[in-house]
């Protein structure tokens, strides 16, 4: 059960370790002025891996662009991350991240729920592409969230699930139960509605023992 500290803040990087991060996300579609500089600093700051995300506004983020433009953005950027995050529509540049060394969070979010055998589809084209495959979707219902953690324990490994919004936020405590690999937190503020800070997931952690 990783915690990922997403940052709206790149600044936050040291104290995301020291509140307990395991990884930090540097959301720079959120970044404004000398995002390089920005991320170069944060990256020197802690000791942990960094994801490097560069998310849609199709899926939630502030970049609108094309895939040549997304990874005219990122360009720069790849030295100093350990992952990516790589959207399907900008899966024509996966190569060029693997052949940099860096590795791929292939992710989809989803503004609904997703179908179960849905579900396995995608996880199966995610793959394809990337090393973790990373699916987010919106319950609606408790069957919602039970089918997500059937979906998540049976899926092949690694996987990352989550969910969005605040009236299921239980869900993302549960999902690293059932083989989640990652659970996104914040340190101020959120990069989703419903996430827990670092320090609550701690606690949760500690609380279930694991």
Partial sequence: MKIVAALTDPTHAAMAQEQGADLVELRVDLYEGDVVQQVK???????????????????????????????????????????????????????????????????HHAGLMVPLYILFVMERELRAFGDIPKIVVTPQNNEDIIELMSFTQAANKPICTGVMGSQFRHARALLPLFGSEFVYCHTGDPTAEGQYSIGEFVQLRKMLGV
């Avoid at 995300?53 to 997304?70: I, K, M, N, P, V």
């Avoid at 100093?80 to 791929?104: C, L, M, S, T, W």
């Fill in 41 to 107: 600093d944060a990256k020197a700051a802690c000791s942990l891996p960094v994801i490097i995300t560069l998310r849609s506004a199709q899926e939630g983020g502030r970049f609108f662009g094309t895939a040549d433009e997304w990874m005219e953005r990122l360009e720069a950027l790849i030295p100093f991350a350990d992952y990516i995050d790589v959207e399907q529509p900008f899966a024509q540049h996966a190569p060029e991240i693997r052949n940099a060394g860096k590795k791929i969070i292939a992710s």
